[in-house]
């Protein structure tokens, strides 16, 4: 195709299987919209309204994202040579179609955020990337507007990430559904189930870490508002062999080794395990214990958490662990040899029997016995060691295996869906999950093969039969002509799998009921009778000479649709009889273990009808699945593992090209090519590409097949390249779609000129126009505001004024609403003229006049003022400066009568005014400990001739003394000082009253200094005798002898004299304002 004038397209021959370079590729626009700019048509009244997406990454471009996008479509190498593209940038989604192939990346994507989910969110299926995402919200959407129901079927290799896909599609329902607390809970629960089933029935393989070994279907439950309310699970074919025996490198089921590593010490010690997988038979036979990449201790953590989530009740908890448990000790039951052939058993059994809930001597009898029951007759057939070996077997897989069904159906009830509005417990409508296995071809492959390739073939006629069905009826619902498609119809080898009476399966059935000794060599003899002339089966005995040598002397061959597999008959029927003795299963169900109870039912004993066969049962279940599929809307996820060596960005081609071919890509591919590569709505395609004819632009008015068929005749299409429907465009080929779109990117550069230069102009005319009306609204505006303003303003003054003068008439009146706003303005502003003028200091005895309502408030804020200034003056003063205040207080409160006290308040006191160098050093020896707290120079005046001599006053803690130089002349204790005289003169005289009953004072003492406040108010304040200090104003009588009593007179006068006067009184004469 090449491109004309105005986006015309014309055909030109092109390279099978490539594009020109250069050219545009567009990803996806089979069956998806992957372009510089996606495109969403949504229906707005009688047109289309088109909102423009975000453009997808540059990354999304690598490869298509579609293969049905492909030019060479019928290539295996430009499949793969697509995926490995894809792959090699981290884009592991690719549609074929609506299939979603995924490649595993064994690495941590960033593309399951919860952003990540909102991008996926009700957006049509075709408008972005490929994830799975994706489909889960086509599916769900598909399910709410067709009001039917869906499925996803989910299916690879083992590693190849089936159960993480279905992880993230149960994630996404989670996420992105309506909810409320109850559906919370559904949510949860149907989260919550994965660990559990996975800790029960997935285990460590050579492929994969985390291999399910079982099928597993689930249905989740949606009401007519679209809300998860509950959900449904069917298991298929839990691989019970795996309990007791492993291949080298493998492990058992993860909850045997989650609950020996993370268990509590309490909870193994009462089960009788110890912590090392190594001291049980049925765990080492793998010879792997331990794997790197798993966690067992945590994992039994997110388990246990489970199990309380999905309902399971904290007794059945532990009876299920002793389920687990007993398994352990059934593996290392050993046995012995009788003299008789008969066989005993050599290990202790009491532990075993109690986690069984059974009788030991029961239980050691069932594994050493065979009950057989002939013309109504009991007998007891003693076993081999062979045979006790396989019973003993035989009853761990049973154990392990009902229990396991055991859980399907108690997460069953949980998930069960219950609602009044449903009252037969039907929901509106549901959504299936199946995480099946792939196909497998093994170098040794046995019975689980051949069963797991059986329900392979079956899912892939189901997908032929639906993807044929799917394209025939958009085909005739359009009036396309169908053009019948050539694809391998594998329903041939189903029948070979399930014919009644003559498929293998049937012969296998017969082999095993059949009296005489059926054997695996005798089944594989009947096989050749009977179906030894199809066309896809063979053996070595019927295979020519050059297949011959691929073909074992017991094995058979099947040409599956995925290629050629060989089966070993060996353990054929005994893993299709897999039955228990009678006697085991009478003992099991005598069981104390209610889970085992209800696994092993008393029915069974009297039910005299052979139980069906392993191969049956799965044939049966998978017509079940079958029914349940075909009566759903299928879409499909197809899993590739890139390598086996399970290393990221590792692309190895020949696995991958092993898998694309028994996965049936190609198959797929080729029946979605068969007729057309893309088809459209008409409305999408017009609106997509009607730029590129100027008939159809800017909009087309008429009938929109119309539209299209005058837009395809602009481009040039051929007739043989495209069909017109009734409401779609279909498009043969992916070249004539690729020229379309490379046509459109280069339309779109001269649309975004016209765009932008239109667009230019209109947005400055409107934003003239918006900024010329914003200008005249907001001066209209403007005005009137100032306008109501000033009107507001004046009639506020005039209000105001006339308040004033009413006010100020009035203001000797008690307060009434007339002077109220007057006597509020004098109350402001006398206190706003009291804040500016408060008093700056304590001595500041100013204060504004208040007017007479404020009177008492002006007093209480006056007080308030003075408390605070006294406090804060408080707070700023130093510890010495305390102290001095202190002392000073104490002095006025002594002295306030004293004359000379007012003059001596400036002078400060000081700590003594003795230093210790006056002090002589024999009175400090004598001291000792005691400290100087204040000494001060004093005359002492005698008793009888008041002869002055020099004496110094030191005070201690306790006591004063009296020192004349070295010699300490008189002690007085503080407790003994009974009070102290001074006069009110400034003559310096103070007595110390002391009582003359004590031996050691011989009278009151007399006296003088030149501190005599400073001196007075130390020892007063050091005595505690504060109130004890007498201001005399004319004498002083003190004690000078046992009952006798002298007097000291006080006279104003010029200057100071102390003399003895005529009378024998001390006569003192001071002038009265001098102060000492």
Known sequence: ?????????????????????????????????????????????????????????????????????????????????????????????????????????????????????????????????????????????????????????????????????????????????????????????????????????????????????????????????????????????????????????????????????????????????????????????????????????????????????????????????NIIASVLHLGNVQFGMEDNGGVYITTETQMMSQLLGVEGTRLNEALTYRKIITQGEELMSPLNLEQAASARD??????????????????????????????????????????????????????????????????????????????????????????????????????????????????????????????????????????????????????????????GREEFRLLHYAGEVNYNVNGFLDKNNDLLYRNLKEMMCRSENRILTQCFERDELTDQKRPETTATQFKNSLAKLMEILMSKEPSYVRCIKPNDAKQTGRFDEVLIRHQVKYLGLMQSLRIRRAGFAYRRRYEVFLQRYKSLCPETWPNWQGQLAEGVSTLVRHLGYQPEEYKLGRSKIFIRLPKTLFATEDALEIRKQSIATVLQTSWRGYSKRSKYQKLRNAVITIQSWWRGVVDRRK??????????????????????????????????????????????????????????????TLTEASEHLRN????????????????????????????????????????????????????????????LQVLGDDTVLYGVAVTKYDRRGYRPRQRQLLLGSAFAIIVEEAKLKQRIDYETLIGISVSSLSDGIFVLHLPYEEKKQKGDVVLQTEHVIEAVTKLAISADKVH?????????????????????????????VVAKAKNGHLSVMAPPLKSR
């Open 1 to 321: 195709m090449a491109i004309g004038p105005f986006g015309t397209v014309k055909t030109q021959p092109a390279q099978s299987g490539t594009r020109r370079p250069g050219t545009n590729r567009i990803h996806g626009w089979g069956r998806q919209d992957d372009s510089r700019m996606r495109y969403r048509a949504v229906a707005a009244g009688e047109g289309i309204r088109v909102i423009m997406e975000t453009a997808l990454t540059a990354r999304d471009r690598v490869g298509v994202q579609d293969f049905v996008l492909l030019e060479n479509y019928t290539s295996e190498a430009a499949f793969i040579e697509n995926l490995r593209k894809r792959f090699k940038e981290n884009l592991i989604y690719t549609y074929i179609g609506s299939i979603l192939v995924s490649v595993n990346p064994y690495k941590e994507l960033e593309i399951y955020s919860k952003p990540h989910m909102d991008r996926y969110h009700g957006v049509s299926f075709y408008e972005v990337s490929p994830h799975i995402y994706a489909i889960s919200d086509n599916v769900y959407r598909s399910m709410r507007t067709e009001g039917r129901d869906q499925c996803i079927l989910i299916s690879g290799e083992s590693g190849a990430g089936k159960t993480e896909a279905s992880k993230k599609i149960l994630q996404y329902y989670a996420m992105t559904c309506p909810a409320s607390e109850q559906v919370q809970k559904v949510k949860d629960r149907l989260l919550q189930s994965n660990p559990v089933l996975e800790a029960f029935g997935n285990a460590k393989t050579l492929r994969n870490d985390n291999s399910s070994r079982f099928g597993k279907y689930m249905d989740i439950q949606f009401d007519f508002k679209g809300v998860p309310v509950g959900g449904h699970i069917l298991s298929f074919l839990l691989e019970n062999s795996r309990v007791v025996h492993q291949n080298h490198g493998e492990r058992n089921f993860h909850i045997f080794y989650q609950m020996i590593e993370g268990g509590e010490e309490e909870l193994l010690q009462q089960r009788g395990l110890e912590r090392n997988p190594q001291r049980y038979y049925y765990l080492v036979k793998g010879k792997c214990p331990k794997v790197s990449s798993i966690n067992d201790r945590n994992d039994w953590k997110v388990v246990r958490k489970a199990l309380s989530v999905i309902g399971v009740s904290d007794e059945e908890v532990e009876e299920l662990l």
């Open 394 to 551: 035989a009853l761990s897989k049973a154990v392990y295996g009902r229990a396991f069904a055991w859980l399907i159906d108690n997460i069953n009830t949980s998930l069960a869906f219950r609602d009044p509005a449903y009252p037969t417990g039907r929901c509106a409508a549901a959504i299936g999950l199946l995480d099946i296995y792939g196909f497998e071809v093994f170098q040794h492959n046995s019975f689980e093969q051949f069963c797991i390739n059986y329900c392979n073939e079956k899912l892939q006629q189901l997908v032929i039969e639906l993807t044929l069905k799917q394209e025939q009826e958009d085909y005739t619902a359009e009036g396309v002509a169908w053009e019948p498609v050539q694809y391998f119809n594998n329903k041939s080898i189903c029948d070979l799998l399930e014919e009644k009476f003559k498929g293998i399966i049937s012969v296998l059935d017969e082999e095993c009921l059949r009296p005489g000794d059926a054997s695996d060599i005798t089944f594989l003899e009947k096989l050749e009778v009977t179906v030894g002339d199809h066309p896809h089966f063979v053996t070595h005995k019927l295979a020519d000479g050059k297949t011959r040598k691929a073909i």
């Open 791 to 852: 009107a507001r303003v004046r009639k506020q003054a005039a209000d105001t004024i006339r308040r004033f003068i009413k006010g100020f008439i009035l203001r000797e009146q008690p307060q009434c609403p007339e002077n109220e706003y007057f006597l509020a303005i004098v109350r402001h502003t006398f206190l706003t003229n009291l804040r500016k003028n408060l008093p700056r200091t304590v001595l500041d005895k100013s204060w504004p006049r208040p007017p007479l």
């Open 864 to 923: 308030l003022c003075m408390q605070n200034m006294v406090w804060r003056y408080c707070r700023r003063i130093q510890p010495e400066w305390r102290n001095q205040m202190e002392q000073k207080v104490v002095a006025s409160e002594i002295f306030k009568d004293k004359d000379s006290y007012a003059r001596s308040v400036p002078r400060l006191f000081v700590s003594t005014r003795l230093n210790r160098e006056d002090i002589n050093p024999k009175v």
């Open 1028 to 1056: 004890s200090v007498n201001v005399s104003q004319d004498s002083i009588k003190f004690a000078v002898g046992r009952g006798k009593e002298a007097v000291i007179d006080f006279k104003p006068g010029s200057k100071l």
